[in-house]
């Protein structure tokens, strides 16, 4: 079993900067791909990122690429979201989620492809 616990969210102004942290625990050498997403409000989960531990591949939705950042800390059990240059249209309940297999072909965008998630964490960001 795997829990992941998000931290990090809070309010920001538009154009700032957050970042999230997921820390893992518990069986996590089984865990092979890790993956942010988002639910806005009235509006269904969507991708964000994701990774694979060990990797050299991340994989961004296209609203994000080039102002979000994944990146992972192996020994710490963590993973990371840096987003910069943050627009009012980014706020969101952000969650992480885990996987034992290698999420390959797209299957990383999908919600269902993950078997564990963290409760989320909410940012916002005001005009």
């Known amino acids: 079993q795997v829990q992941v616990v998000e931290s990090g969210g809070g309010l920001v102004q538009a154009g700032g900067s957050l970042r999230l942290s997921c820390a893992a625990s518990g069986d996590t050498f089984s865990v092979y791909s890790l993956g942010w997403f988002r639910q806005a409000p009235g509006k269904e989960r969507e991708f964000v990122a994701a990774l694979t531990w060990g990797g050299p591949d991340s994989y961004y939705a296209d609203s994000v690429k080039d102002r979000f950042t994944i990146s992972g800390d192996n020994a710490k059990g963590t993973v990371y979201l840096q987003m910069n240059s943050l627009k009012p249209e980014d706020t969101a309940v952000y969650y992480c989620?885990?996987?034992?297999?290698?999420?390959?072909?797209?299957?990383?965008?999908?919600?269902?492809?993950?078997?564990?998630w963290g409760q989320g964490i909410l940012v916002t960001v005001s005009l």
């Open positions: 989620a885990a996987d034992p297999t290698r999420l390959t072909g797209g299957r990383y965008m999908t919600p269902r492809e993950y078997e564990y």
